[in-house]
């Protein structure tokens, strides 16, 4: 009998708010996510939603507001990262757990030169044979930026987008993490750079066996790095299930608005669909679903707050009315 291994982190009601007493602002609610050892998970949804300040969460980088407002579990092998303290959490951020932040510029120090800001993770984290120097060049060289060697005087502003993120990668990469948080890691980059870090990034993580998280608002990097993906809207996860499953069977109604505006090649130009207004501010969001004041289908019973529903194999939606059902009622 094959019993399966526990994945490698997994996040049970987990919430920030905006400080420690109970009544305080929910920025993120209930986030319950798992992902497992070499697996990649997708999390989507609109500027707003929650996406940062769950990775920021994981991480243990929230401002001490949100810091004195984090609550739940997030075991990451068999740790609870969220009770640990502060020099227990930065023997394994940066190394174990490592992070790609959205913007290269904000994450580089323009006053260096990014042999120093290499060198700087390699001798708090890395180990093995060798310089400083030499594996300065070898973290470049891993990420493929030409002539290494050169690269490590430059200061930032000397290198383009694409190679900033390279930089980046190969700093947050030192250490060989078993967990990777990729925060929106190409907004910046062109379609060609984009598409090259993106398969950078897989051929890294299948040398390093590690697992992803991997923050975006775009659908197409999802269908080209994702094992799973989770939907956010408003601070909570509406929709979870295999890349497959969302694609070609979502089960929420905002899972399917989303999908409905991202442009095709496979039918005749058409103005794309637009959700009605914008997600609702921290202090004004709605009771019971909250994305029902912007849904097509918005009933009644759309006022309670909706439990998870299964609507296929670890596909589940929060949802009173998932179009999994509307579907078998046709």
Known sequence: MTTTPPPLLQMRNVSVRLGGDRDALSLIENIDLAIGAGETVGLVGESGSGKTTLGMALMRLLPPLLEKGLSGEIIYDGRDVAALSAAEMTAIRGGEISMI???????????????????????????????????????????????????????????????????????????????????????????????????LLKDLQKRLGMAMLFI???????????????????????????????????????TRALLDSIPTVDRPPRRLPTIPGSPPPVSARPQGCRFHPRCANAQAKCLEPPKAFEVGVDHTTRCWFPLQAQRGAA
């Open 101 to 199: 932040l959205q913007d290269p510029m904000a994450s580089l120090n323009p006053i260096f030169t990014i042999g120093n800001q290499l060198r700087e993770g390699l001798r708090l984290h890395a180990t093995g044979e060798g310089s400083l120097r030499e594996r300065a060049i070898a973290a470049l060289e891993s990420v493929r930026i030409p002539s290494p060697e050169a690269r490590l005087s430059n200061h930032p502003h000397q290198m383009s987008g694409g190679m900033r993120q390279r930089v980046v990668g190969a700093i947050s990469l030192t250490r060989a993490p078993r967990l990777l948080i990729a925060d929106e890691p190409t907004t910046s980059l062109d379609v060609t750079i984009q598409y090259q870090f993106l398969e």
């Open 216 to 254: 975006t608002h775009d659908f197409g990097v999802v269908a080209r790095m994702c094992d799973r993906v989770a939907v956010m809207y408003a601070g909570q996860i509406v929709e979870e299930g295999p890349v497959r499953d969302i694609f070609h069977r979502p089960a929420h109604w905002y």
